[in-house]
């Protein structure tokens, strides 16, 4: 097996300035498929390089080529941000890219032509800042069907489906195109999930058994999520907030404790009934009206 390093060169900031993006491409020297996978997108969700970086230490039997992006914008990435301080877009909202655009456009149009060589790609999400997500791919619904075979094989406990669309995002425009793609999301911006790490490699493999560079592809069971059945739950007062992070992903009513001031008390904070929690905060430090919890509905 071959890693061989490359760098995208995309011109130009306004110091005239190239942007150089790496990524690299894994070949097996074997017959088998050419395959993506794109992380850090939005450069506070760094923790997806780890797993990737985890995944390439293991020695598998793969077959055909995989590319790499491990950090798709480095302008954000830089700064620890969302998006870029140069032009403030969201990269995942500029897809297929400009070639003439503003910055951020720029880089999307240099990477959207090396993937349109893959059958198919991967796009890998971490959670907001203090927002810790359980594992979960993201798609619009109506193309759900477009991705049946991939989700089957993909070893993530949720999918949410969206009613509307997100436009211009890597996922659908690649799907436009008729290469199968689809998001995961897992972790937390802005930290390195360390007890995600295993259960990224775990999605990574499932992913690569599916698209043919890995053999014996699995079957899994998802639920598939409407995003209209979530529940979205606020901080009712301010204070600091102990998430029950032990039963993340699993079906309970019970979200952590929250202890107020200047009392000093304690208060187990309760849903009126149980379901899977997808996100928790996790930042401790809480105001009242801040996001808690998403948590499905019965």
């Given at each position: 097996?071959?890693?061989?390093?490359?760098?995208?060169?995309?011109?130009?900031?306004?110091?005239?300035?190239?942007?150089?993006?790496?990524?690299?491409?894994?070949?097996?020297?074997?017959?088998?498929?050419?395959?993506?996978?794109?992380?850090?997108?939005?450069?506070?969700?760094?923790?997806?390089?780890?797993?990737?970086?985890?995944?390439?230490?293991?020695?598998?039997?793969?077959?055909?080529?995989?590319?790499?992006?491990?950090?798709?914008?480095?302008?954000?990435?830089?700064?620890?941000?969302?998006?870029?301080?140069?032009?403030r877009k969201?990269?995942?909202?500029?897809?297929?890219?400009?070639?003439?655009?503003?910055?951020?456009?720029?880089?999307?149009?240099?990477?959207?032509?090396?993937?349109?060589?893959?059958?198919?790609?991967?796009?890998?999400?971490?959670?907001?800042?203090?927002?810790?997500?359980?594992?979960?791919?993201?798609?619009?619904?109506?193309?759900?069907s477009d991705?049946?075979?991939?989700?089957?094989?993909?070893?993530?406990?949720?999918?949410?489906?969206?009613?509307?669309?997100?436009?211009?995002?890597?996922?659908?425009?690649?799907?436009?195109?008729?290469?199968k793609a689809?998001?995961?999301?897992?972790?937390?911006?802005?930290?390195?999930?360390?007890?995600?790490?295993?259960?990224?490699?775990?999605?990574?493999?499932?992913?690569?058994?599916?698209?043919?560079?890995?053999?014996?592809?699995?079957?899994?069971?998802?639920?598939?999520?409407?995003?209209?059945?979530?529940?979205?739950?606020?901080?009712?007062?301010?204070?600091?907030?102990?998430?029950?992070?032990?039963?993340?992903?699993?079906?309970?009513?019970?979200?952590?404790?929250?202890?107020?001031?200047?009392?000093?008390?304690?208060?187990?904070?309760?849903?009126?009934?149980?379901?899977?929690?997808?996100?928790?905060?996790?930042?401790?430090?809480?105001?009242?009206?801040?996001?808690?919890?998403?948590?499905?509905?019965?």
């Amino acid at each position: 097996m071959k890693i061989e390093n490359k760098i995208l060169v995309v011109k130009e900031l306004p110091d005239g300035s190239p942007v150089r993006i790496p990524y690299f491409i894994v070949d097996s020297n074997k017959k088998g498929p050419t395959t993506g996978i794109v992380a850090t997108q939005h450069g506070n969700e760094f923790f997806s390089i780890v797993v990737l970086k985890e995944f390439l230490k293991i020695k598998y039997p793969l077959k055909g080529k995989i590319i790499i992006f491990p950090i798709a914008n480095p302008l954000a990435y830089n700064v620890k941000e969302r998006t870029s301080r140069i032009d403030r877009k969201d990269m995942n909202r500029c897809w297929p890219g400009k070639e003439d655009g503003v910055i951020t456009e720029k880089m999307c149009h240099g990477i959207f032509k090396i993937l349109n060589r893959c059958g198919c790609v991967l796009d890998l999400h971490n959670g907001n800042d203090n927002i810790l997500d359980t594992p979960q791919a993201r798609l619009y619904e109506p193309r759900y069907s477009d991705v049946q075979d991939l989700v089957d094989h993909l070893d993530v406990p949720f999918v949410l489906l969206r009613k509307e669309p997100l436009e211009n995002t890597l996922v659908g425009c690649l799907l436009d195109r008729n290469i199968k793609a689809i998001t995961v999301e897992l972790g937390e911006g802005k930290r390195i999930t360390y007890n995600y790490i295993d259960k990224g490699i775990k999605i990574i493999d499932s992913f690569l058994r599916h698209t043919g560079n890995l053999s014996n592809p699995q079957i899994f069971k998802s639920i598939p999520i409407d995003y209209d059945k979530m529940r979205i739950v606020k901080a009712e007062n301010s204070g600091l907030f102990i998430p029950n992070i032990e039963q993340l992903g699993e079906k309970t009513d019970y979200l952590g404790n929250l202890i107020s001031f200047p009392d000093f008390s304690e208060k187990k904070i309760r849903t009126p009934t149980k379901g899977h929690i997808l996100s928790l905060w996790v930042g401790g430090v809480i105001a009242r009206g801040e996001l808690l919890a998403r948590i499905t509905k019965d």
